[in-house]
């Protein structure tokens, strides 16, 4: 099993990212998905899960403004991340629940 994450970039706050995780070896769609972040010197963190009924949960740090979804046809689970401010900045990485499988990250930076 592979996840590969990527999308990542430099934004300026206000701004909007999708990242995109690419998986090899299992279906997304029969599995439960998660996104985390991890900034410097801190724990990494849930920002969002998808059970494989499709339930999503956000912390409220990013309700309302993240949101996951998936696309079984192409196998992947996407981060559409909306009104990106600098506190978001950190290493965004994918992890199929279940199978305790992490992809290897993409860095999210924002700033003006």
């Known amino acids: 099993v592979q996840l590969q994450s990527y999308g990542g970039g430099l934004v300026q706050p206000g701004g909007s990212l999708r990242l995109s995780c690419a998986a090899s070896?299992?279906?997304?769609?029969?599995?439960?998905m998660a996104w985390y972040r991890q900034a410097p010197g801190k724990q990494r963190e849930l920002v969002a899960s998808?059970?494989?009924?499709?339930?999503?949960y956000y912390p409220d740090s990013v309700k309302g403004r993240f949101n996951i979804s998936r696309d079984s046809a192409k196998n992947t689970v996407y981060l559409q991340m909306n009104n990106l401010k600098p506190e978001d900045t950190a290493v965004y990485y994918c992890?199929?629940?279940?199978?305790?499988?992490w992809g290897q990250g993409t860095q999210v930076t924002v700033s003006s």
């Open positions: 992890r199929a629940t279940a199978r305790n499988v």
């Open positions: 070896g299992i279906i997304l769609g029969a599995n439960p």
């Open positions: 998808m059970a494989s009924g499709g339930f999503t």
